[in-house]
């Protein structure tokens, strides 16, 4: 239940800020969400894969994620994962986003 509220939320995020976030995809707790190609403004080295630069984005924010290949960050919270804790953790990925999309 947690894993499916955690993906629509996601969802919703992409299709608030398409030029951040391309798709989400996965099963359970286990999900992905995949950049959009040239996020304008991403702060970091540019010669460095997009899901890194985003990754230490969200570090900075509180949140832990991990790149999965160039375009995609991978979300894999404990099963233990309460709904709230689900909900913050959307609320910092949503912080992350919008200042990319002000920024643009």
């Known amino acids: 239940q947690v894993g499916s509220f955690l993906k629509t939320g996601l969802e919703q995020l992409a299709s608030k800020y398409p030029t951040v976030i391309r798709t ?3 099963l359970g707790l286990m999900l992905g969400m995949e950049l ?3 996020i304008p403004n991403l702060p970091g080295d ?6 890194s630069r985003f990754v230490n984005l969200l570090h900075s924010a509180g ?6 290949g160039a375009q995609v ?3 894999l919270p404990p099963l ?3 709904p709230g804790e689900a ?3 959307l609320k910092l990925i949503e912080s992350v986003v919008a200042t990319l999309v002000q920024n643009g």
């Open 24 to 26: 989400v995809r996965g």
């Open 46 to 51: 540019s010669s460095k894969p997009q899901a």
């Open 87 to 89: 909900e913050e953790g």
């Open 63 to 68: 949140l832990l994620a991990i790149p999965a």
């Open 36 to 38: 959009a190609p040239n």
């Open 80 to 82: 233990n994962l309460r």
């Open 73 to 75: 960050i991978r979300f």
